[in-house]
């Protein structure tokens, strides 16, 4: 399934590295940036995460609010975040639904893993709407955060 630019983002609700409930729904009135990485403590996400960690100023200045999702599971999330000092919540998508749903998943990854969220980049607006998508079948490329952030100036 692959949902489309301007339609209503898909409603979700992840553990985070902390352990907590976090929604789709808590940012009602911000922008999200939506990311979800093949996994933790791998060299290609690990530079995409802290590409973001230290441009996060930016994404805050926009209204926007950073969300990265791995099938990872919550202790390893916290572990990485811990690691990489990222400050932004990463979120559990262990029962691959949400990536499934955001048309973000290998079918089949690297060394026989299966169901591996694709390394992708959406834009959600204040109302929940989907204004950007980028979704890579190259999980060696990192997504345009130049489009991302030029989709976040026009929702100003």
Same mark, same amino acid.
């Given at each position: ?14 553990? !985070? &590295?902390?352990?907590?409930?976090? !929604?789709?729904? *808590? $940012?009602?009135?911000?922008?999200? =940036?939506?990311?979800? #990485? ?15 960690? &230290?441009?996060?100023?930016? $994404? ?14 919550? #202790?390893?999330? +916290?572990?990485?975040?811990? +690691?990489? @000092? #990222?400050? #932004?919540?990463?979120?559990? *998508?262990?029962?691959?639904? =949400?990536?499934?749903? $955001?048309?973000?998943? $290998? ?15 959406? =834009?959600?607006? @204040?109302? @929940? ?10 999980? @060696?490329?990192?997504?345009?955060? +130049? ?10």
């Amino acid at each position: 399934m692959s949902i489309q630019i301007g339609q209503a983002a898909p409603a979700f609700t992840l553990t !985070s &590295d902390e352990k907590k409930p976090i !929604s789709l729904s *808590d $940012y009602k009135g911000k922008n999200v =940036v939506l990311l979800f #990485f093949p996994l933790a403590f791998t060299g290609v996400c690990t530079e995409e995460l802290c590409s973001m960690r &230290d441009d996060i100023g930016t $994404y805050e200045g926009l209204n926007a609010q950073v969300l990265a999702v791995s099938v990872d599971s919550p #202790f390893s999330l +916290e572990k990485f975040k811990a +690691e990489q @000092g #990222f400050n #932004f919540p990463l979120l559990s *998508d262990f029962n691959r639904e =949400v990536s499934a749903a $955001y048309g973000s998943i $290998y079918e089949d990854f690297v060394l026989g893993m299966k169901g591996v969220s694709k390394r992708s980049a959406f =834009v959600i607006d @204040g109302e @929940g709407v989907l204004r950007h998508a980028e979704v890579l079948d190259n999980a @060696g490329e990192i997504p345009n955060f +130049e489009a991302v952030k030029e989709t976040l100036n026009g929702l100003k």
